[in-house]
């Protein structure tokens, strides 16, 4: 019946003596491996014995035309396999127009056997074209922005190509309860390990396929390999249906039809390389019409594709990629070493050591392969696997120690590759102008994560900050702020930790709906935002993200938005969370020579409102509300600070706010946490004498006062990362008082303050902690005879100058300090 197709996997002919392997494109196809129909390869994705066999297969048998498991939107993009430029791992990325979120990555690296059997028909020149599933038809059955379901991410093995993100749900539309229960998920892997008495199936597979040696694939028929693995599948498939993965159907259908049309013409001479597991469906005998009503109906959607780089890291299965790997570097060692695997790696991993200045000799080298092909023999395996190389490094290279095992994981076992792609490949106009401007500034994406300190004052690198906020204001996470490394407090440093990812490729999409490049698009959707904004905190945040970003066109949008909100909005807690941000990019415009004349007017405006507002905010706070409200007032003192440094409408505002803070000091109806913040700050300002600071305390801690008001005053005081540990160590009078205090609560309400202060004492460094302590143990010293008792209370410690110990370091400080001729003079 013309409506059949009988596809059964080929067997393979045996080898002609001294057949050339290497014959030229023009040579005919191998009549006997297909004898029974076409050549059906079922592959492991991501597998280099896979591909070592793959490649063996398609050089024996001679196809006229290959066709490989993918999405056919990709057919038009093959022939930039074969570009110089193109240089795995990389992936075919499928978005749809109207949706760029809803995406689809098909990842191949340079031992997938799929890119092996692009690459070789290229080369032969043989057509080449993808059969599965279109992406118009995928990306349509998959939730747009959805969560892969539990148990989606393992294919049913051999692993699909798809990430979790072009997972089996998005191959194949949803299947009915019924349908879904009827067979429970399976890994063929671990049924076919189990059965040959392995307990691990990764084990089973490098024994039997991915550590055969490319010497060993030269000599055997290169046809047997997949004929028994089609065997093997076959028998899976009868005992496990469809192995819990009901969708596939829908797939293999559209395979079969794929390849009825390929053989009208080219006949059987066709060699298909897909996954294991579909090699039964696709040499099952089904009638065309019944593989068309599993197709009718489904949706579409308007899709792109193009390549886009890929990494190792992507390709582990510990990043969430359902058809992941566990060692992707080792695997492209084993595909790539021409001879001699273990020691090749060996080398590697004692070069990586070396670098990090460990010391690892030839011996070490010698006496690890020794290691591990011992342990390889012991173990009854065919060749050192990645468990026994792993095990003599770390008895050798490592002396035992498995930190720096982790870094030969890290980099080598998984591996840092980022792959490339030609600029003639199709991408986004937002994705071309982004390009541009990383190889302008030299800002080149690297999968390995790395610091980057910048100087604002110069050109570039304001340049590339420009880039990178205007990049996170899009929602592309290439760049995070980090803390400088060179610890500078100046606003002219930034530095970042940057990572390039894949999906942000897809992020780029997505944003390409706000703009041609860069800039634009981070206009225009600075400026929705600033629209759509319904909190005052929020436009105050945004912009500030302007004034980094180098966006003045948004401003005037932003600048309004912010000065509605700040009209309309009465809230002291929702001002006060603004006004941080307001006085941040003051200097932010400030180091980037921005006007922000407008911006400084709003800042003052809404600086004057928080202090009308704030004292009669403070009364009537439990204790969450007022932690709140504390956290929110050292914002506002901190921002006031840089108004009055830089802005000139923020005139007599310092005083204003100094009055503020002397009101909430003095108030008892004000929360003590407040009270006792709003007296450190006067303290710290100078606006506080000392001993107006230690009257304060005295009242707070007085026998009166609750002990959890009087607890939540210290917090406040000397509380957190303001030095308040410090200020007790110096302050003989200060810690006294708490001692005193501290000592006189009575034991039935100690437990109730125990928490407040082990939250305050807690944030001190550990050396702080253990001054307080000896203070505290030793006790006020006795009086000097002559002497004023208050001005050593405690050894060490107090306003007075101790003459004697200042005397005995002034030679090692004019040593250290003194120009050269005189420190030779002294030590001579």
């Known amino acids: 019946m013309s409506g059949e197709i009988t596809t059964g996997p080929a067997v393979a002919a045996p080898a002609v003596a001294g057949q050339d392997t290497t014959a030229p494109a023009t040579t005919a196809p191998v009549a006997a491996a297909f004898a029974a129909g076409p050549l059906l390869l079922g592959v492991r994705h991501h597998g280099p014995g896979s591909a070592r066999a793959v490649r063996a297969a398609l050089e024996a048998a001679r196809p006229a035309a290959v066709l490989i498991e993918g999405p056919p939107e990709g057919d038009a993009l093959l022939p930039l396999a074969a570009d110089p430029q193109m240089r795995p791992p990389v992936a075919l990325l499928a978005h749809a127009v109207d949706d760029p979120g809803r995406a689809a990555f098909w990842p191949l690296a340079e031992f997938s056997p799929e890119w092996v059997a692009i690459r070789w028909a290229l080369a032969h020149d043989v057509p080449v074209r993808f059969i599965d599933l279109p992406a118009t038809h995928s990306l349509a059955l998959k939730e747009p922005h959805g969560e892969q379901q539990p148990g989606e991410e393992t294919a049913p093995a051999p692993q699909t190509s798809e990430t979790p993100e072009a997972s089996e749900t998005a191959s194949a539309p949803e299947a009915s309860d019924e349908e879904a229960t009827v067979s429970p998920l399976v890994d063929p892997i671990r049924v076919l390990a189990e059965t040959a008495g392995y307990d691990d199936p990764e084990r089973w597979w490098e024994d039997v396929v991915e550590h055969r040696s490319p010497a060993a694939d030269a000599t055997a028929d290169a046809l047997t390999p997949f ?23 829908v797939r293999e259908a559209y395979m079969r039809v794929q390849l009825r049309t390929v053989r009208k013409e080219f006949g059987d001479a066709v060699a298909v390389v897909c996954g294991a597991w579909h090699v039964p469906a696709l040499a ?47 695997y492209g060692h084993l595909f790539g070493a021409p001879d001699r695997p273990i020691e090749r790696w060996m080398t590697k991993v004692a070069g990586l050591l070396r670098e990090e200045d460990r010391f690892v000799s030839t011996a070490h080298v010698i006496e690890a392969v020794r290691l591990a092909e011992t342990l390889a023999a012991m173990r009854g395996r065919p060749l050192a696997g990645l468990s026994e190389t792993t095990d003599a490094v770390r008895a050798v290279m490592c002396e035992g120690s498995d930190v720096p095992l982790a870094l030969i994981q890290d980099r080598l076992v998984v591996g840092e590759t980022l792959g490339e792609v030609p600029d003639s490949a199709p991408a986004v106009p937002l994705q071309r102008d982004l390009t541009r401007s990383q190889r302008t500034l030299r800002l080149k994406p690297e999968a390995l994560e790395k610091e980057l300190d910048l100087d604002l004052r110069k050109e570039t690198d304001a340049a590339k900050s420009r880039l990178l906020h ?36 897809v992020r780029v999409a997505e944003a390409g709906v706000w703009g041609t490049t860069v800039e634009t698009a981070a206009t225009a959707k600075a400026e929705s935002q600033a ?41 002291v807690g929702h001002l006060a969370d603004a006004l941080p941000a307001l006085a941040r990019s003051l200097r932010y415009g400030d180091v980037r ?20 507002g704030l004292p009669p905010a403070c009364t009537g706070l439990d204790a969450d509300g007022a932690e709140a409200l504390r956290r929110q007032i050292d914002g506002v003192h901190s921002a006031i600070g840089l108004l009055v440094a830089g802005a000139a409408p923020a005139e007599g505002l310092r005083d204003r706010w100094g009055t503020v803070l002397r009101k909430l000091a003095g108030r008892d109806t004000v929360a003590g946490i407040i009270r006792g913040r709003a007296t450190r700050l006067l303290l710290d300002e100078g606006r506080l004498t000392e001993d107006e ?40 009078r200060l810690l006294a008082l708490v001692d005193a205090w501290l000592t006189g609560v009575p034991a039935d309400t ?79």
């Not at 904004?533 to 993200?545: I, M, N, Q």
């Not at 004019?814 to 030590?827: D, F, G, I, V």
């Open 227 to 249: 004929t028994a693995l089609a065997e093997a599948m076959t028998a899976l498939r009868e005992a496990y249906g469809d192995g819990g993965h009901p969708r596939d159907a």
């Open 693 to 732: 600071a230690a009257r304060l305390m005295g009242l707070a801690l007085s026998p009166g006062t609750p002990p959890t008001d009087a607890a939540a005053w210290i917090e406040g005081f000397v509380g957190g990362a303001s030095g308040g540990g410090m200020l007790l160590v110096h302050d003989e």
């Open 750 to 828: 100690f437990t109730d303050v125990l928490p407040l202060l082990r939250r305050t004492f807690s944030a001190y460094e550990p050396g702080v902690r253990r001054t307080l302590g000896e203070l505290v143990r030793r006790g006020p010293a006795p009086e000097r005879a002559g002497g004023d008792a208050t001005d050593h209370a405690y050894p060490g410690f107090g306003p007075g100058l101790d003459t004697a110990r200042a005397d005995a370091v002034e030679q090692v400080l004019h040593l250290l300090l003194a120009p050269a001729p005189e420190r030779a003079e002294a030590t001579a």
């Open 284 to 330: 099952a005998r089904t009638t065309l019409a019944a593989d068309r009503a599993l197709l009718k109906g489904l949706p579409k959607v308007k899709a792109e594709m193009t390549w886009v780089p890929w990494t190792h890291r992507r390709l582990a299965r510990h990043s969430g990629y359902g058809a992941g790997i566990d060692s992707p570097g080792w």
């Open 593 to 612: 020579s921005t006007d922000t004349a407008a911006l400084a007017e709003v800042a003052a405006g809404l600086a004057e409102r928080i202090c009308v």
């Open 470 to 505: 205007r990049l996170r204001l899009l929602g592309i996470g290439w760049g995070e702020p980090a803390e400088s490394q060179s610890r500078s407090t100046g606003t002219f440093r930034e530095s970042w930790r940057l990572r390039w990812e894949p999906e942000l490729h």
């Open 531 to 571: 629209l759509a904004a319904t909190a005052l905190s929020e436009v105050t945040a945004l912009a500030e993200h302007c004034l980094l970003a180098g966006l003045p066109e948004a401003l005037p949008v932003v600048m309004k938005a912010l000065a509605d909100r700040a009209a309309l909005d009465a809230d």
